[in-house]
């Protein structure tokens, strides 16, 4: 594929880095010229650089919005031009001091990217973990390979993403058309306060999927399996 990248922070620099390995042509833009030279430099292999706009304009099959999300709807509006028919990638999270939640009440990252460049296919995905993660070689946890989460309403581009993920060495797992992907940002959030504010392990707060419904028993005689909701 051809992918833009817009932004030159670490998410842009870990993503990236994945796709160059993978065999697709990267283009990194930024508003800081040096800057978008320096990661293309660093990641080396088909990176580039470009502007911003340059970005936008070579990622023929993909855009990624490695964007802060302050700027993310303002830079997209300025770019949807050429990101009119293409995948745009957001792995932002709207998240402010106290770990609060940015968008609460309000529509998602996410949405508001596709607001700003209505002929974009926008996808949520990569923003549950930190940048760091992304770097890893490939993110497998106990033989257990990373599973991302993604929102998005188009077939095509969703299949986009679903390979990009793969080409990160982690599983892609589908949640449902943009209008969840506030839940994913909300994920993000609660997440975060969980790791940095209290130091606990996110992943224990969920059972394993064998017993996630409840417990599974055996009607007596019928042999059917039947669910038991709570009390």
């Given amino acids: 594929m051809r992918i833009g990248v817009l932004g030159t922070g670490n998410m ?62 303002d830079v997209v509006r300025e770019l949807r031009a050429p990101l009119e028919g293409k995948v745009l990638l957001d792995c932002s999270n709207p998240v402010g001091p106290g770990f609060r939640l940015l968008t609460e009440g309000g529509p998602s990252a996410a949405q508001q990217l596709a607001a700003a460049a209505p002929g974009a296919h926008v ?17 497998v946890f106990d033989g257990r390979p990373l599973a991302v989460p993604l929102c998005g309403d188009d077939e095509t581009a969703l299949a986009r993403v679903h390979e990009l993920v793969r080409d990160v060495g982690c599983e892609p797992v589908a949640c449902g058309g943009l209008e969840r992907a506030g839940l994913l940002e909300a994920t993000a959030a609660l997440f975060i306060a969980l790791w ?4 606990a392990d996110a992943q224990a707060i969920a059972p394993p999927l064998a017993h996630a419904a409840g417990p599974i028993h055996q009607e007596a005689g019928g042999g059917a399996k039947t669910l038991r909701q709570g009390g």
């Fill in 12 to 73: 842009a620099d870990a993503l990236a880095t994945h796709w160059v390995r993978a065999g697709h042509e990267v283009t990194i833009g930024g508003r800081d010229a040096h800057k978008a030279e320096q990661l293309a430099a660093r990641i080396g292999g088909s990176a580039k650089p470009a502007s911003l706009r340059g970005a936008a304009e070579s990622g023929q099959e993909a855009v990624l919005a490695a964007l802060p999300f302050a700027a993310g709807a």
């Fill in 123 to 139: 996808v949520k995905a990569f923003n549950l973990c930190h940048e760091d993660v992304w770097r890893m070689r490939p993110p």
């Fill in 196 to 199: 940095v504010g209290e130091g």
